[in-house]
């Protein structure tokens, strides 16, 4: 068994440790809320392609274009 000092020592250290990581994550979650994610909304992106291309639907034999 360790010396009471000793883990009392280890647990400061491990608390300290901990405290920086979460620091550390706040930082990061602080840094990537001012960005945009770059993610597309899929619904979105769907509408806007079939405005522009027509609704195409894969695996449909003679599919044509919609007309707008």
């Known amino acids: 068994m360790y010396h009471p000092e000793t883990m009392y020592e280890l647990t400061k ?24 994610s770059g993610a597309i909304d899929a619904v979105r992106f769907r509408d806007r392609l079939t405005r522009l291309f027509g609704a195409v639907w894969p695996g449909h034999d003679g599919a044509t274009p919609a007309t707008a």
């Open 13 to 36: 250290m491990r608390m300290a440790e901990d405290l920086r990581l979460a620091e550390h994550e706040r930082l990061v979650r602080r840094a990537g809320e001012g960005k945009a």
